[in-house]
């Protein structure tokens, strides 16, 4: 197991994931040379994803789509894949297996299970939930997190293998209010 940082994130105007970032430009994957398809049952794509910032590390898995995709009831299930490539100078990452091609300004979400996450809050109360719908009245609030204080998932430090997956943390609070995540992987 290893701690693993992200720096001081800012949040939006809309819930945003913890560990995400968005895309910076249309995302069109490469098919199947010989089949030309990009289902699972082809060879899996390759595409060059250029991110608002480079969290991500060679090995993650992603999931690629915009908000909507990745709430409670959504028909449409994120696209993503394992990372194969970081270039942190062009500020983009290499996913290999997308199956559709992508918008600017869909979201880019960390998609791993790790064994315990930690949330430091600057300023304002931020609203933690289990989807894009994280906020005050959401049905998938998981806390609220006040200002100057640290949340930390699975609380009284215990920490299970396995047991929080990544994607499906989301905040909101104001607009440009500061947090600092972190993660114990496994």
């Known amino acids: 197991m290893s ?12 819930p945003q994931p913890v560990f995400g ?5 249309a995302v069109v994957p490469t098919p199947d040379m010989q089949t030309g398809g990009l289902t699972p049952a082809s060879n899996p794509s390759q595409a060059v994803v250029p991110v608002s910032q480079n969290i991500f590390r060679k090995g993650d898995r992603v999931m690629i ?15 993503g894949g394992p990372v194969v490539a970081v270039n942190l100078t062009a ?3 290499t996913v290999m297996g997308l199956t559709r091609n992508h918008a600017s300004g869909e979201f ?38 006040s200002a100057s204080s640290t949340y930390t998932e699975p609380s009284g ?9 990544t994607q499906k943390l989301w905040l909101s609070g104001t ?12």
């Open 108 to 145: 880019v979400v960390l998609a791993l299970p790790v064994a315990q996450v930690q949330i430091q809050n600057f300023a304002g109360l931020l609203y933690l939930g289990e989807d894009n719908s994280a906020g005050a009245g959401s049905a998938s609030l998981i806390y609220e997190i």
């Open 91 to 93: 500020s983009n990452i």
């Open 21 to 25: 970032a968005t895309l910076t430009a």
């Open 175 to 186: 607009n440009a209010d500061t947090y600092l995540p972190n993660l114990l992987t496994i």
């Open 157 to 165: 430090g215990a920490v299970l293998a396995n047991c929080i997956e």
């Open 65 to 79: 789509g915009a908000s909507n995709t990745f709430s409670q009831g959504s028909l449409i299930q994120p696209d």
């Open 3 to 14: 701690l693993r940082g992200f720096g001081i994130q800012t949040l939006g105007t809309t």
